[in-house]
């Protein structure tokens, strides 16, 4: 398996609170992801990131924020939940561009 | 922006039995993926092949790029098949992907 944990796995918060969802990762590969699925959707790319402090927006950013201050570790915060932001949150890595993706086991989020 | 469809959408087979599942993509791409998310919803990454042909074990995949359509042909299929099988796209660079909506494999024993 890929050297990739997501933390929290689950987590439960009320609308209006901030939340940070992190991934941390040992392979050391370059390119980070962070993509939400939702049934009828299949997944959706939030934010990505191609080095630390470098990172650009997906098909589905509004509502959040991303960090990389190393290598290792993304971080996918939202600043104000809410309901519809009620989702399986998934981190995925990639060594390079047009390499294979390995996903984290991802993070259930509940916004009540 | 590109469209990635998937069929069938639902499939429920025999244990034992072979299927072929579809991706249909709307514009040339940079690479496509094939991945199993299995009933704990951990997603395994099954097939790199933005062309050809690759086998790995009861699995393969055809993707012909010229013609946008790619398959996953599972053979002899076995209970732990059951899942969903994802394909996605990429045509930008990087992993900036599109998945398509899924396809519901279920093997009965």
């Known amino acids: 398996d890929a050297g990739i944990t997501q933390s929290p796995r689950h987590k439960v918060t009320e609308t209006g609170t901030p939340v940070t969802l992190r991934c941390h990762q040992t392979e050391n590969h370059r390119y980070m992801y962070w993509y939400r699925q939702d049934p009828g959707h299949g997944l959706r790319l939030i934010h990505y990131s191609y080095g630390v402090k470098d990172t650009d927006k997906g098909e589905v950013s509004d509502g959040y924020s991303v960090s990389r201050s190393k290598t290792e570790d993304f971080l996918l915060t939202l600043e104000s939940a809410t309901s519809s932001q009620t989702s399986v949150y998934f981190c995925?890595?990639?060594?390079?561009?047009?390499?294979?993706?390995?996903f984290g086991q991802g993070t259930r989020l509940t916004v009540v | 922006g590109i469209q990635v469809e998937q069929s069938p959408p639902d499939l429920i087979l025999q244990e034992g039995a072979n299927s072929t599942l579809r991706c249909n993509f709307s514009?040339?791409?940079?690479?496509l993926q094939w991945f199993h998310q299995n009933p704990w919803g951990q997603l395994i990454n099954l097939f790199y092949i933005p062309s050809g042909t690759k086998q790995n074990g009861r699995l393969s995949a055809t993707t012909v790029a010229t013609e946008r359509y790619s398959l996953l042909y599972i053979s002899s299929s076995q209970t732990t098949d059951s899942g969903v099988y994802f394909c996605a796209v990429e045509r930008d660079g990087g992993f900036k992907t599109i998945f398509g909506a899924g396809t519901r494999l279920f093997v009965k024993a």
């Open positions: 995925a890595i990639t060594w390079t561009e047009n390499t294979e993706a390995f």
């Open positions: 514009d040339s791409v940079n690479n």
